[in-house]
């Protein structure tokens, strides 16, 4: 497992514990002229030196020059597929651990939240259930649990909603577009480690919190979780259950947030997810772990909007009342089982296996459509089947040579219904009671077969530098069905993905890399497909957006300080889009995201440190004339800074952490503009007899502010399916947070 993997070593090592395959690729190393990463580098810390990195990463705070080297060698499998240290990888690695996820959740944050405020390219966190538009460096990013991917063809965003924190041991992160790894990679990676057993013996640990915002009775959300671990030296094994029931949002003005009628919310929802894996030692050398899951999180209130002029056909004028009802309500199922097996000397090498299979149900708002006979609600649930095999060798080919390769073979199954909602009864309660007309198709079903082969080679021609070099031979068959009279068919398609990159290690804490990278996505078949005759499967196959990257980068970490800092241009020759009624195109326009992100942190005496986060990114889109616009702000992504200052007396068992995060404004070149904001928030923690206790205050300030999530939906939304104000989804006011955790 990796929560096992040791994280101070300076040598790969042979684990005894099965590593996830997290597929993602190794990234460009060190420039030939060096001089100008570190260069780039230094002049951030010059202008910004309030930024930071180590705190947000999750990096043990070093204390002394043997520490600080140390720091850079935790292990992680996001950057190769195998465990690798941090010092060993051509690239932007963000680690996550789990005290600093768990003082971003005392705070009350959600996971997407906090993995906002803490990884520097990460977009922050759009507040409800979606994701949507929450890219790296501007692009897309795939999302996974132990190396099983949550992403899949149709484009859900709904990768956060997935697991409760309470069971991550910690989140590894790789910016930019990935070479080794399938679709959805052009951003990034995110690989949520989950916990196992904690070894020998019964082992417990409790966490519990209630939050609000004191606006009202309804204005409380309940967290439990309990898990239990034990085992003996060759069987380990730990099962979880994680509670958490919301109550009602309010915003800055103290009152009641609108719930997100288009990718839904988390107000009055309930989640539960139930965890257990199991550790088997079957040699000295071979290790086998079975992880499964039960996710569910759904509505479960009966707060709802009132329409007082819905059978006129407008939908002016509506408000929050009880008494909502609804035959098919907002909701996110999953069920996951995981199997890994390592061999840590089969045929003189490493090898990995693991076999998965994730099926989810994602149900939606009831939504209004206008028709012939009035305004008509409908609500859609959209199923997927996803099960694969991955297979990987790791060589040692000689003391500075290593390859890595293997084969991924998976099936993905889509299918997807609608429930229309009785006019009448909607129209006499003004939209409150949504009873069952029909079920009748949503979109077209769909399965994808996909095949791969990779290699990745290192080369250590030096002992301070490295070059790699990889491919990724991709090849995906696409079979749709007919949908609503226009007819279905098959396609397939080929991708060749490669990466070449350097590093340069200087042996005094300082790193720089050069690397280029290439990444790829496919177009969302269920929306592309079936809408239109015109559009049929055999004559326009959906070909891979292919994504290239080269990215210039340094690192730093000593005693006193911890920095990172990569500077990015990522282009490619076409582009995904929605029409007005959000069908699905693919635009053959080049589009470019370029930018800087980079952290630093400052260790001072006392148990204090400062630090910070930023991101400037800009994305383009070349028009017909040939020249570089700003990108439609419904896709672009906004620049973004924290700072923080933290302050930790481990004697007395407490801690302090004050941060703000800011979002810039973004504005494109048809006038459409997303507005910012900041937002500062506090956690306190001490130990006591029993446990230890923690206070967070989100949104100290109570800024009042439109979530970015809320004034893109208005631009999607509206006027085509209602007015704005609909789909401005607001942000939550002041809440408190008291919990309390205790491991026994």
């Not at 040791?6 to 690729?25: E, N």
């Not at 006979?373 to 089947?385: C, H, I, L, M, Y």
Request: hydrophobic letters at 35%; zero cysteines; proline letters at 3%.
């Amino acid at each position: 497992m990796p929560s096992q993997i040791s994280t101070q070593l300076h040598t790969r090592p042979r684990p005894l514990t099965t590593a996830p395959i997290t597929g993602v690729t190794s990234y460009g190393g060190p420039p030939s002229s060096a001089s100008l990463s570190l260069g780039a580098g230094l002049l951030l810390l010059a202008a910004a030196p309030s930024l930071s990195w180590a705190q947000a990463v999750g990096v043990d705070q070093p204390g002394t020059d043997e520490a600080a080297v140390q720091s850079q060698e935790t292990m992680v499998v996001v950057g190769s597929r195998t465990p690798k240290s941090i010092s060993e990888i051509p690239g932007a690695v963000w680690v996550v651990d789990q005290q600093q996820l768990e003082t971003q959740i005392a705070t009350g944050a959600d996971l997407k939240t906090a993995l906002g405020r803490l990884v520097p390219g990460l977009d922050l966190a759009p507040q409800g259930r979606t994701n949507y538009g929450q890219n790296m460096r501007g692009r897309s990013v795939q999302v996974l649990i132990d190396g099983v991917s949550l992403n899949s063809s149709r484009g859900l965003s709904r990768q956060f909603d997935a697991i409760d924190p309470f069971n991550i041991e910690r989140v590894e992160v790789l910016s930019g577009a990935s070479s080794l790894y399938g679709g959805g990679a052009t951003g990034g990676i995110i690989n949520i480690v989950t916990k196992k057993g904690d070894g020998p013996g019964r082992h417990f640990s409790t966490a519990t919190s209630v939050t609000s915002g004191f606006n009202d009775s309804d204005d409380a959300d309940f967290r439990l979780a309990q898990s239990i671990s034990g085992g003996s030296e060759r069987v380990q094994g730990r099962l979880a259950v994680a509670y958490q029931d919301n109550g009602r949002f309010y915003d800055g003005r103290g009152d009641e947030i609108f719930p997100d009628i288009a990718q839904t919310d988390l107000q009055d929802n309930r989640s539960i997810d139930i965890m257990g894996s199991v550790d088997l030692a079957l040699s000295a050398e071979q290790t086998l772990t079975l992880g499964a899951q039960l996710y569910r999180s759904a509505y479960e209130g009966d707060r709802g909007l009132y329409f007082p002029n819905l059978a006129l056909g407008n939908l002016e004028g509506a408000e929050i009342r009880d008494g909502y009802s609804s035959d098919r309500d907002p909701e996110t199922d999953r069920r996951m089982v995981n199997l890994q097996y390592h061999h840590a000397d089969l045929l003189g090498q490493d090898f990995y296996l693991q076999a998965f299979y994730r099926e989810e149900e994602a149900s939606f708002n009831a939504f209004p459509y206008a028709t012939t006979q009035g305004v008509e609600f409908r609500a859609s649930k959209q199923d997927t089947d996803l099960g694969g095999i991955k297979a990987l060798f790791d060589a040692e080919l000689g003391e500075r040579v290593s390859l890595t390769y293997g084969l991924d073979m998976d099936r993905e199954s889509f299918d997807a219904d609608q429930m229309y909602f009785d006019i009448a009864t909607s129209n006499a309660s003004g939209g409150l009671t949504q009873e069952e007309r029909e079920i009748g198709p949503r979109y077209p079903s769909y399965e994808v077969d996909g095949y791969a082969g990779f290699a990745q080679g290192d080369w250590r021609v030096t002992d301070g530098l490295t070059l790699s070099a990889g491919v990724r031979q991709q090849h995906m068959d696409v079979e749709v069905d007919d949908f609503n009279g226009v007819p279905g068919g098959e396609n397939d398609y080929d991708a060749t993905l490669v990466n070449a990159s350097a590093l340069y290690d200087y042996g005094n804490g300082h790193q720089n890399w050069i690397q280029f990278s290439q990444g790829f996505e496919l177009p969302d078949p269920a929306k592309y497909y079936g809408k239109s005759a015109d559009v049929s499967v055999d004559d326009n196959p959906l070909d891979a957006i292919k994504t290239d990257q080269v990215e210039l980068g340094w690192r730093f970490n000593d005693a006193d300080w911890s920095t990172q800092a990569a500077i990015y241009y990522a282009w490619s020759d076409k582009a995904v889009e929605n029409a007005e009624d959000l069908s699905v195109s693919v635009v053959e326009e080049n589009k470019r995201d370029y930018g800087l992100e980079a952290a630093v942190t400052r260790f001072l005496d006392g148990g204090f440190e400062v630090g910070g986060t930023l991101h400037l990114v800009r994305s383009e889109q070349e028009d017909e004339n040939g020249s570089w616009e700003k990108r439609d702000a419904r896709y672009a992504s906004l620049s973004s800074a924290t700072a923080f200052v933290g302050w930790q007396d481990m004697a007395a068992g407490r801690s302090a952490r004050l941060q703000a995060n800011h979002a810039h404004n973004l504005e494109d070149d048809d006038d459409r503009q997303i507005d910012g904001y900041t937002t500062v928030d506090m956690a306190l923690a001490q130990d006591i007899d029993i446990g230890r206790l923690t206070l967070g205050i989100d949104n100290l300030l109570d800024e009042e502010y439109s979530t970015v999530w809320g004034q893109r939906a208005a631009m999607f939304y509206s006027p085509y399916y209602g007015p704005e104000y609909l789909y401005d989804y607001q942000g939550r006011g002041r809440t408190f947070t008291l919990g309390w955790t205790m491991d026994f």
